[in-house]
């Protein structure tokens, strides 16, 4: 038989489960200030994760940051300039509650477009950089996108700029049928001439990297890195698990699954991308640029 004050929680000082519940209990913290892992599981104080970048400090996992922190994480301090910032996506087609969708989708990012581009230097290199926005319509290609990612390839070739672009797209965006899909061919060409003109074009696919996306500019890089543990794929692994009726192996999209398939060059943790880049960007770069950078630094 189950004792009496078996779940009795012990309220004064004399009884002798009381030290260790106040000793063990945690801490009245309001949620807000706290995010559980998904990784580990472990309570996070939300001001350290956003010190480190928004990578658990206990186990690695990257959390899903918007375009704008990701900028500032790569890009030399006050060196983004925004091109085509006022570019914004219409219903043109029609569809079905489209234009409150895009008004919803502003609201959550506080962005106009899924997808943010300029000129920016990382540690002192040049380049066209493009950032697409997890929080707009989980980063979704539409005719904007295309239209930006486009133009900005246009700029590097014109300006001899090498381009990185980040990506985290849940694929084409549905809701701008036909144009959206043709948005794959209008970047890949765009990206075709850029390296046609010599130019470096560096691709960090970050979690999730999928559909139309996966199937133009993100795998049209010189160079593909990804962030750790990022699904990297075209369609899905549950639609291809109903598809083919066969079970996945482990890890299967994943980016350390796509490095050993020859998919992704290298997985980079989000602390030392700013580092790697700006390494692969002074080894691409021009010797001319390369011998100014060398006498700036003896300068110093
Ligand atoms: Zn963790």
Same mark, same amino acid.
């Not at 130019?199 to 750790?228: H, K, Q």
């Not at 692969?280 to 010797?287: Q, W």
């Given at each position: ?16 489960a ?23 599981r ?45 570019? $914004? ?60 990612i ?5 700029y ?34 765009a990206v ?45 692994? $549950? ?14 999209? $994943? ?11 290298e997985?980079?943790? $989000? ?27 003896d300068?110093?």
């Open positions: 038989m189950l004792p009496k004050d078996l779940f009795k929680k012990p309220m004064n000082t004399l009884e002798s009381y030290e260790k519940l106040t000793k063990t209990a945690a801490p009245d913290v309001p949620s807000e200030m706290c995010t559980s892992c998904p990784g580990c472990a309570m996070l104080f939300t001001s350290d994760l956003s010190e480190n970048d928004n990578v658990c400090p206990k186990c690695g996992h990257h959390f899903r940051i918007n375009a704008r922190q990701r900028i500032s994480i790569i890009t030399d301090e006050g060196s983004f300039e925004e091109l085509d910032g006022d570019l $914004r996506s219409k219903n043109v087609i029609g569809f079905p509650n489209y234009d409150k969708k895009l008004k919803h989708a502003y609201l959550d990012s506080a962005e106009k477009e899924a997808v943010v581009c300029g000129t920016a230097s990382i540690d002192g290199w040049p380049c066209c950089l493009f950032v697409m926005e997890p929080y707009f319509m989980m980063g979704s290609m539409g005719t904007i996108v295309g239209e930006k486009t133009r900005l390839f246009e590097a070739t014109e300006y001899g700029l090498p381009v990185i672009g980040f990506t985290v797209s849940g694929g084409a965006r549905m809701q701008e049928g036909i144009l959206s899909l043709m948005q794959m061919a209008k970047t890949s060409g075709k001439r850029h390296s046609d003109a010599g130019l470096l074009y560096i691709a960090v696919l970050t979690d999730p990297t999928t559909g139309g996306v996966t199937a133009s500019f993100a795998m049209e890089a010189d160079i593909t890195l990804a962030e750790p543990k990022a699904l990297i794929g075209f369609a899905g692994p $549950r639609v291809i698990e109903q598809t083919i009726r066969q079970k996945l192996p482990a890890g299967f999209q $994943r980016a350390e699954f796509q490095v050993e398939k020859g998919f992704v060059d997985v980079v943790p $989000r602390s030392e991308q700013k580092e790697y880049l700006a390494r692969l960007l002074s080894f691409h770069a021009p010797a001319e640029s390369r011998k100014e950078q060398r006498e700036e630094a300068a110093e």
